[in-house]
């Protein structure tokens, strides 16, 4: 049996607000039309059910839009980048727009393997001052502990909070909304939610908008961002 020759491209791309309530199965769909449309020979799993390479980085949440999102696909046939990119502009449904188009090593770890921490932020509409707001970051950070209950599919979890916030700074304002910005765990070990952060500092019902401006990957032991800023 011959073995399988594949190319192996890293897309960034943003998810905006158009889009920001679909699911993650939904993106799914819509990158495999978007791929599809553009003419571009996704490799595929054997077997009796096959399904297309591809692998998100991290399943971005409802409501959440997303800078820098990560997709890797596995291709039959070669392509160049900029031609890759160019086919994926011309198909991309509103809302959704491809930030770079790289070659990587086919032998690289697992894009979701490779996520160690997100980075957010967060529009807050609060009535209060700029200081306000930095005490209470301040106090969330000193805190030994957040206990935090997550109900989901009818099952109650409880688990600590604080672990998971690596990072949360005030990052200025945007109109009359403070920015509030975090880094939080996002891996194997734990996955830090911005909306329990924000319910944590007393702002769950003032949110206008979050979203995730980047994912950091572990590349040669050390973090590093999935796209510059």
Known sequence: MLTQVLWRFRIVFSKGAELKYISHLDLVRAWQRTLRRADVALAHSQGFSPHPKMFFASALPVGVTGRSEMLDVLLERSIQAYELAARLKTQLPCGMRVVSVAEIALAAPVLPAQVVAAEYEAEVAAATSSEDVQSRLDQLLVAVCLPRRLQRDGKIRDYDLRPLVQRLWLAGRRGDAYVIAMRLQ???????????????????????????????????????????R
């Open 186 to 228: 996002a891996d194997a070990h734990g996955t830090g939610r911005p909306d329990e952060v924000l319910s944590a500092l007393g702002f769950a019902g003032q949110v206008r908008a979050i979203e995730r401006t980047r994912l950091l990957l572990l590349t040669n032991g050390v973090a590093a961002p999935s796209h510059p």
